[in-house]
């Protein structure tokens, strides 16, 4: 497991360092806790913040509360506060502002080593949680709630200069390949495509049915082209069943990101242009800004659509 730990001590940090080696662990010694704070974003391996109650630059409750808010709900971190005093209010407080744990300095050797596999435990299984919450099991790409959530991330932190652009895609006739060939046949189509949609600058989710969303950074001709490549490895890949080999084709939509344009309105028109491309013959890549918006189009549902049926 690796640790970040916060003490303006040399002493401190050298018989705190000493400890949580012997235990198996890896350990970053940081006295300021703006630096501390800095790793820990930069650094999502990180699982364990241990931390005084007066570092540099920052209070101990405040690195706390600081911690927990850049963890969130989508990141395993247990935040421990350390003091040599006895003050009951200090481990309330520091309990109340995102603190796991209370220990006290210098700790018992083993007290210290337990309340650490504590927090690999407890790491171990909120990752485990996390990951159940946010991955499609049968693609691992993204479920469609986790994808709008980091879509919102990555719109709100392009505003002011980078460019992304929104992919969606579905496979032609898929119902036709359920009926004809099984569920389960179905089932790893869908898989093998989400093996391909993994290689992407950018996120990736399975929206519901056979529906996959991509947001890249990059314009329509950067957008134009990674759809081009994933068209040709989809159009050559052959699937088997029962002796017989059958291939498939999708149809793409994009659109380019607009400056503090919501990720809800970006997908709205990458998805018409996939309307688009399904009503023009399929099999095709339509950019939204290439065919102008008509009433057949007003049937768009955005988020609140739970799967594409327009096989």
């Not at 007066?54 to 247990?78: E, T, V, W, Y």
């Not at 200090?90 to 050797?109: C, R, S, Y």
């Not at 996390?130 to 505003?159: H, K, P, V």
């Amino acid at each position: 497991m690796r640790i970040v730990l916060v003490d303006p001590s040399r002493a401190v940090q050298r018989a705190m360092t000493q400890l949580i080696e012997e235990g198996g662990h890896d350990v970053v010694v940081y006295a300021d806790g703006l630096e501390a704070l800095s790793h820990i974003a930069r650094d999502p391996g990180v699982r364990t913040l241990i931390t005084s109650t007066q570092p540099f630059n920052m209070s101990g409750i405040d690195l706390c509360a600081a911690a927990r808010k850049l963890s969130g709900a989508h990141r395993a971190l247990h935040v421990m506060l350390m003091s040599s005093s006895d003050d009951y209010y200090l481990a309330v407080t520091a309990l109340d502002n995102g603190a796991d744990d209370f220990i006290h300095k210098p700790p018992n050797p083993d007290e210290l080593r337990a309340r650490l596999r504590l927090a690999d435990r407890v790491t171990t299984m909120k990752q485990q949680l996390i990951q159940f919450a946010t991955t499609d099991s049968l693609t691992s790409l993204l479920n469609r709630r986790a994808f709008f959530d980091a879509g919102e991330e990555m719109c709100r932190a392009a505003t002011g200069g980078k460019t992304l652009s929104a992919i969606m895609f579905d496979v032609d006739h898929f119902k036709s390949i359920n009926d004809t060939y099984g569920h389960g046949t179905g089932d790893r189509v869908l898989a093998a495509i989400g093996e391909h949609t993994k290689m992407t600058d950018g996120i990736a989710g399975r929206l519901g049915g056979e529906e996959f969303c991509v947001l890249t950074y990059g314009d329509l001709a950067d957008a134009t082209a990674w759809c081009c490549e994933l068209q040709r490895v989809i159009r050559a890949q052959k699937f088997q069943h029962d002796g017989t080999s059958f291939g498939i084709t999708c149809s793409f939509g994009i659109a380019e990101w607009e400056n503090k344009e919501s990720i809800d309105r970006t997908l709205r028109r990458a998805d018409v242009a996939m309307y688009e491309a399904k009503r023009s013959g399929r099999d095709r890549i339509v950019a939204s800004d290439t065919f102008a918006l008509t009433n057949n189009h007003d049937e768009w549902q955005g988020a609140a659509r739970i799967d594409g049926r327009r096989s």
